[in-house]
């Protein structure tokens, strides 16, 4: 167990809706990440918070947001949503943004979009 | 942009024997992080190793040990006396900074009783 954790594992919905799937970082970690794990794309980086504030954007989607709220959990929105859109969304943490920290993933939730 | 390539979709080895994954990468720094992830089938992304790109010292962890060539920009995992648990996706993975995780395409390891 990495002491991340994310909710809820299993997502079925159907094209055109709109899901939120959320974090929780490990106790203490400042640092979010986002990655959608597809079998076309591989896993790719989509998104990272600090400390509540966007740092970094990988290949996101405009329909695709995040956000990091003050109590440190963060939530990855997905919109208008296509069949494409099936993946596995894992969210990671690290402690703060030193360059040795290791990034400690969550279970991942996994979308299928019907 | 940073790119890591592993070569290998699929390999297989017998219980107790010893395997190697290849990957290899590409970037023109110098300061950077290396790690492989194995993901069992329940796709749990599990840090297996990590290696320090300014550390000349090959990393290890129990049964599991890294060939890293900086210059040839190589980075394998070693697994000594396989075991049936060690079954899984292999992912390695390049890190500059506190930045994101770009990883290769993964290979997948059978373990054959």
């Known amino acids: 167990d990495s002491g991340v954790t994310q909710t809820p594992k299993h997502l079925i919905t159907a094209t055109g809706q709109r899901v939120t799937l959320r974090c929780s970082p490990r106790?203490?970690?400042?640092?979010v990440y986002w990655y959608q794990q597809s079998l076309d794309q591989g896993l790719q980086f989509l998104i990272q918070?600090?400390?509540?504030?966007?740092?970094a954007k990988g290949n996101i989607l405009e329909r695709f947001s995040a956000q990091q709220f003050p109590d440190l959990h963060s939530e990855l929105n997905l919109s208008s949503l296509e069949l494409g859109d099936s993946a596995l969304y894992f969210c990671?943490?690290?402690?703060?943004?030193?360059?040795?920290?290791?990034?400690?993933f969550g279970p991942g939730t996994r979308l299928l979009v019907l | 942009a940073q790119t890591v390539t592993q070569s290998q979709p699929e390999m297989s080895v017998q219980e107790a024997e010893t395997v190697t994954l290849s990957c290899t990468y590409d970037?023109?720094?110098?300061?950077?992080?290396l790690f492989w992830y194995k993901q069992p089938p329940s796709r749990q992304m599990i840090l297996v190793i990590r290696?320090?790109?300014?550390?000349?010292q090959n990393a290890t962890e129990n049964r599991f040990s890294v060939n890293f060539q900086k210059a040839a920009k190589s980075f394998s995992l070693k697994i000594s006396d396989s075991q049936l648990g060690d079954a899984a996706m292999y992912f390695c993975?390049?890190?500059?900074?506190?930045?994101?995780?770009?990883f290769g395409q993964g290979t997948r390891l059978t373990i054959n009783p």
């Open positions: 990671a943490s690290s402690v703060a943004l030193a360059k040795q920290e290791t990034q400690y």
């Open positions: 106790s203490g970690d400042l640092s």
């Open positions: 918070y600090y400390n509540g504030e966007e740092r």
């Open positions: 970037t023109s720094e110098s300061d950077y992080y």
């Open positions: 290696q320090e790109a300014y550390k000349q």
């Open positions: 993975a390049y890190r500059q900074g506190a930045q994101k995780l770009v």
